[in-house]
């Protein structure tokens, strides 16, 4: 099918649409200038003293690093946070929440941005599965609990060196804290028990519509999901612009587009239909 077809079938789909599983990734927050560290040249611009010492994004986001190269992890995040903070969330946030005020709905996202929430996305229809830039828990897991801190800066960074100081410290030990995101090589995420619990009870019903959004096959959380729903006779739309993207799902619903260009296309034609 040429791409105007599959937006009018699309369309037709979400008009029909009483229950719509949203699942965002990565290239869902790239219109919003949040860098996705799958391009590996883009990485190293962002961080040249990284590459000194052959510090990849994986080596970073991790325990490890928090144990091994803490000047450098909490660096990595506290640009991520300045530069979530700098960004808004597009056109396409706005258009999704619409979509949830005449429809029952849930959001299911890998990203770690906060950029659902920030867009006013209801706070019970959304599940941050690999957590939030924008909370923190203990490094040293003294307890399972996690806090929101949303202070730009929270710590000091010398951009030079890609190095942070003057850490967040864990408000009940009062040693160092992470940030509240499942990082690779991770058991210790505390994870989230209110989103997942809403989370599972969305799921209580049938879904009758799933749109995946930017997903990579470097995480396929979401394209797995995805594929559940459409092995049991849930129609999915697959918004990205790699068409290897499709290669899990494999649907005919798939859209090379990005996602802020996706949902307003989309969003027009339902409209208008």
């Known amino acids: 099918m ?5 937006l009018h079938k699309a369309s037709d789909l979400i008009n029909k649409a009483t229950r719509v599983l949203f699942l965002t990734s990565a290239g869902m ?14 990485y190293w611009r962002n961080f040249p003293p990284f590459k000194k010492k052959n510090l990849e994004a994986q080596d970073l986001a991790s325990p490890w690093a928090f144990r091994n190269e803490l000047p450098h992890a909490w660096a990595f995040y506290e640009w991520r946070r300045r530069n979530a903070q700098e960004n808004q969330p597009h056109e396409g946030y706005r258009i999704i929440n619409k979509w949830l005020q005449d429809r029952d709905g849930f959001i299911h996202t890998t990203n770690t941005d906060g ?8 706070e019970d229809r959304i599940l ?3 957590g939030s830039m924008w909370r923190l828990q203990c490094l040293d897991t003294c307890t399972y609990q996690f806090w929101e801190d949303l202070s730009v800066p929270l710590c000091d960074l010398d951009t030079a060196s890609m190095k942070a100081s ?6 009940n030990c009062r040693g160092i804290a992470r940030p509240h995101i499942l990082m690779f090589g991770d058991g210790e995420y505390s994870g989230h028990p209110e989103q997942e619990g809403s989370f599972k009870r969305f799921l209580q019903e049938p879904v009758d519509l799933t ?6 096959g470097a ?5 797995y999901i995805a594929l559940h729903f459409m092995e049991r006779g849930v129609p999915v739309i697959n918004i990205n612009l790699d068409p290897s993207s499709n290669r899990i799902v494999n649907t005919d619903y798939f859209l090379a587009m990005k996602g802020k260009e996706a949902f307003m296309e989309l ?3 339902t409209g208008v239909d």
């Not at 927050?29 to 883009?42: E, L, V």
């Not at 950029?115 to 006013?120: D, P």
């Not at 003057?166 to 408000?171: A, D, L, Q």
């Open 128 to 130: 941050e599965v690999h």
């Open 267 to 269: 969003d027009r034609i």
């Open 219 to 223: 995480v396929p959380t979401n394209d």
């Open 211 to 216: 749109i995946l959004v930017g997903s990579s």
């Open 166 to 171: 003057n850490y967040p410290v864990c408000r």
């Open 2 to 6: 040429e791409q105007l077809e599959i």
């Open 115 to 122: 950029l659902h929430l920030r867009s006013g996305c209801p």
């Open 29 to 42: 927050s790239a219109d919003s200038n949040i860098p996705t560290f799958r391009d590996k040249n883009g």
